[in-house]
């Protein structure tokens, strides 16, 4: 998605406090969140380097700290998170057109159109390291879109009769269950948000809905985009391999895993309700709704 736009003299003045060289050129981004995503190409000293300049539409300044701590600290924690450029003056979030901004260097690596069993355990590997380097995040984040609020908006969702008493049904479920562990989690590690680049995971972005929630529940919205078959059932080889790699890192317990289909048909929920959302497939997370 790309909403705000601007000149090249507009860029050029933003790009000077980087001191990253000349601006070559820029382009926007297609991409299936709220923000605008520019490829940004600066030359220094002869030698070319590309961004992407991410322009929040959704975030409020008050947020923003939130994000970009979260990013530095997993970069520092080693993660393939591209970390956001700092200003001469050593600031990472910046105002741009009227909102908060951040310039990363642009990753190397391609998003999966089908991920196999591979690709499957290396995401759950990854995911298991994000929610140990979170353990020590200090900052927190209420869910946006968490069941209350989900349930406050269910009635503005304009959804047919038989979805909106299946969703209500999957909020009903999720507000049922137990305490589990919770933690800073990604909230949207989709194929979309993934690159790999020869096998292996290359980077990790978009973390502009992470906040505080189960941990589990990354798992659930992994599995709903990583190892479902068109029809909403989960692959049993892919699931296996998910959580065979999120257990190198963490071992979910009992519990966790028992929630696991209430968590799905949460995360499908929430998906049906955003339907407007960039490369959304309502339709898909239905059949998700219904084999959970």
């Known amino acids: 998605m790309t909403s705000t736009q601007f000149s090249?003299?507009?860029?050029?003045?933003?790009?000077?406090?980087?001191?990253?060289g000349e601006l070559v050129r820029f382009s926007p981004l297609a991409g299936p969140g709220e923000n605008s995503l520019y490829s940004v190409t600066m030359s220094e000293h002869g030698e070319e380097e590309d961004y992407v300049l991410t322009i929040l539409e959704t975030v409020s300044f008050d947020e923003i700290s939130f994000f970009h701590n979260l990013i530095s600290h997993l970069s520092y924690y080693g993660l393939p998170v591209p970390a956001p450029r700092r200003t001469l003056d050593g600031m990472t979030s910046t105002i741009f057109c009227g909102r908060p901004t951040l310039l990363m260097p642009s990753m190397d690596g391609e998003q999966v159109a089908e991920a196999g069993?591979?690709?499957?355990?290396?995401?759950?590997?990854?995911?298991?390291e994000l929610h140990d380097a979170t353990s020590s995040y200090e900052h927190s984040r209420s869910n946006a879109?968490?069941?209350?609020?989900?349930?406050?908006?269910?009635?503005?969702?304009?959804l047919d009769e038989a979805t909106g008493t299946a969703v209500?049904?999957?909020?009903?479920?999720?507000?049922a269950l137990g305490e589990l562990p919770s933690g800073v989690i990604h909230a949207d590690l989709t194929r979309a948000n993934v690159l790999f680049d020869a096998g292996e995971i290359s980077a990790v972005t978009d973390f502009f809905k992470?906040?505080?929630?189960?941990?589990?529940?990354?798992?659930?919205?992994?599995?709903?985009?990583w190892c479902t078959n068109p029809d909403g059932s989960l692959d049993d080889a892919r699931q296996a391999a998910l959580l065979e790699g999120y257990s190198r890192e963490r071992?979910?317990?009992?519990?966790?895993?028992?929630?696991?289909?209430?968590?799905?048909?949460l995360?499908?929920?929430?998906?049906?309700?955003?339907?407007?959302?960039?490369?959304?497939?309502?339709?898909?997370?239905?059949?998700?709704?219904?084999?959970?």
Request: overall charge negative.
């Open 251 to 265: 071992e979910p317990s009992a519990d966790e895993l028992a929630a696991l289909p209430t968590l799905r048909a």
């Open 210 to 225: 992470a906040c505080n929630e189960r941990l589990i529940e990354d798992v659930a919205i992994a599995l709903n985009d």
């Open 168 to 175: 209500r049904t999957a909020l009903d479920r999720a507000a």
């Open 145 to 158: 879109h968490g069941v209350e609020e989900l349930g406050a908006s269910l009635a503005d969702a304009n």
């Open 267 to 292: 995360a499908a929920a929430r998906a049906i309700m955003r339907a407007g959302r960039a490369g959304s497939d309502p339709a898909f997370h239905a059949r998700i709704l219904n084999a959970c």
């Open 8 to 20: 090249e003299a507009q860029l050029a003045r933003y790009l000077y406090m980087f001191d990253a």
């Open 117 to 128: 069993a591979d690709e499957v355990r290396a995401l759950g590997t990854l995911l298991g």
